[in-house]
């Protein structure tokens, strides 16, 4: 059991010797759960001791770590997958490598890398990892971007690369078209000269989300209510129905979304904001033989770890997209870390259009 | 519009002239419906006229067809795919070549030839249709299994091959097993060594209905309620979770089959009985990975309409299931043809165990 807590902490322990109130300056600190529930209430700010450096290891210096929707839902206990207990929370981000290990070939101090699986605990200031554990990415990008790179863009990149074969000109159609990963399949389809239809719930600044969202290089945004609505087949006039849809929510908007798609076409499911089942009409499958499909990324890395070339190109193909501005970071509120607790309560909020990075 | 239903009729038109009450000794008569509506009430027994025999063309004198739900669906008007009328009903059925054009090649008069594909209208004594729409079959097959062979157990053989790769020992679960295509699935699984696992709905005569499908070779019998069941985990110590989940009802039986399916596993959907939409939640896509597809014969058909050899195999393959007793006909009751009416009524009955077949 305190084997399993300690894997889970990667490296780091919480020393519960050390008094809290007058951590050691410098010392390494991290936002650590010991049991699932609200994060704002089971989080705490604790300074964490660092595993010795073993010989395939890497001394991290966190630089900035998104909040994620599967942050929070890890927290709560929700989650498809959990850590054992006590954990550092967080998924993703990036840091800058300090000291590696003697038998580390791929990193060096001064690197930047993020993190190659779910679960590596990223809330933290500081940490010793695994050197498989780490991908390195390039210090010519943004580091917002980098610290939002592992889940949403590569989410938005597989399931626009691994379902149906789109060429420029094809459309694409999602909802939750807000959501980080909303974002970077608009700006990924984009590049590739695919048409985007993006769904989003109505507000009360819808026009002022439109307009980010096209400047993004959305070709339509729309909210679930027109989705419903005849004036829907406007949009068909110019672009062709979609082959593919991105279904993050669930419910009526998946069962609606399902209705614009293209005979032999597949809607894949990544997401269930509305808490509700997909609702197919049987005549859907027979008659206009679409095809319902899942992603989660956790799953696809797991199944391609030993395989990376195929990581590789898409990274590439992701920091090209970054350099050439054509992929930036999500709408973001930059956080100092002992302000975690507004961070995550901002984050919990419905209809956040701006994420929320911790920085270290 | 004379030309469509002309065509319709595939060669055989609806004399206005002949007297109803006293057709010709042995003249053409088939099942006629001028619209759409309840079969019994819109269906009227009438002398066709036959076509001249052109250079491409076959006569053929009918032996036997089935009332089969989706010829009901389609009188009714509610089917995907609907006949111009005035139409002669039916879509499958075994009949015999009379004579044939001088340009016909692979058919001479005496062999037995089934549909190639839906609408050829086979509630009549005779007609006369281009070759292209007629396959033939072997004569040493019974009667009952030629008539019913060209919709449900190609749909049977098509699924169980189509969508998932299946070993000896692996599993297949399936709902409304009593149907024509369950019962060919129990039978086709059963002799590739697949394990079936088969879902109807309670009824009154139950056990009798699960001796029966046990005899057709199914591995286990269970009804909808027992699937919502922990005892369903007994079922798994001896066979492995089902690859693939056949769906013929939708509704809570299709969410419930889902729940059994292994990861990565597939269903398939091929009806909808109970008139609801598949529901299914968004955590089996994304941390199931499972796979939602649809089938429709008519469609496989028009698809593989130029490709003659992966026709030939499943026929072939199927041919041979039934001359060693493993495909047999699904239970039928034998009707002649001027007893359509109370033949229509009982195959339109709910929890109707026997297939009505006309015989000419």
């Not at 490598?97 to 590596?120: C, F, M, N, Q, Y």
Request: hydrophobic share 45%.
């Amino acid at each position: 059991m305190q084997r399993a807590a300690a894997r889970a902490l990667r490296g780091a322990r919480v020393p519960s010797a050390r008094p809290r109130s007058a951590p050691a300056r410098g010392a390494p600190r991290g936002l650590v759960y010991g049991q699932h529930g609200e994060p704002p209430a089971v989080l705490r700010l604790k300074d964490l001791e660092l595993a010795k450096l073993g010989d395939s290891d890497v001394h991290v210096k966190m630089l900035a770590a998104p909040i994620n929707p599967a942050d929070i839902n890890m927290i709560q206990g929700t989650y498809a997958l959990l850590s054992p207990l006590p954990a550092v929370g967080g998924n993703e981000g990036v840091g800058e490598v300090l000291e590696v290990g003697r038998h580390v070939k791929a990193l060096e101090p001064g690197d930047w890398v993020i993190p190659a699986s779910t679960s590596l605990g990223t809330w933290r200031t500081q940490g010793v990892f695994p050197e498989e554990a780490l991908l390195k990415v390039p210090r010519d990008i943004p580091v917002l971007c980098a610290a939002t790179l592992s889940v949403n863009p590569c989410t938005a990149y597989r399931m626009l690369a691994d379902f149906e074969t789109l060429a420029p000109g094809d459309s694409v159609i999602q909802n939750a078209a807000n959501s980080g990963v909303g974002q970077a399949v608009i700006q990924i389809a984009k590049a590739s000269g695919i048409k985007t239809i993006n769904v989003v719930r109505d507000r009360p600044d819808l026009p002022k989300l439109v307009e980010r969202l096209m400047a993004l290089g959305a070709d339509h945004v729309i909210t679930e209510e027109m989705l419903r609505k005849p004036e829907m087949k406007d949009i068909f006039k110019n672009i062709p129905k979609p082959r593919l849809a991105l279904n993050c929510v669930g419910g009526k908007s998946a069962t609606e979304m399902l209705r614009h798609l293209q005979p032999k076409g597949t809607m894949v499911t990544y997401g269930g904001m509305a808490k509700q089942p997909v609702m197919v009409p049987v005549s859907a499958f027979i008659f206009r033989d679409v095809q319902l499909r899942g992603f989660w990324m956790t799953q696809w890395r797991k199944e391609h770890a030993q395989d990376p070339q195929v990581l590789a190109s898409m990274m590439d193909a992701l920091f090209q997209l970054i350099r050439r501005g054509q992929l930036s970071a999500p709408a973001c509120t930059q956080v100092p870390l002992q302000d975690y607790r507004a961070a995550l309560e901002a984050a919990m909020k419905p209809f956040t259009s701006s994420k929320q990075i911790l920085l270290f």
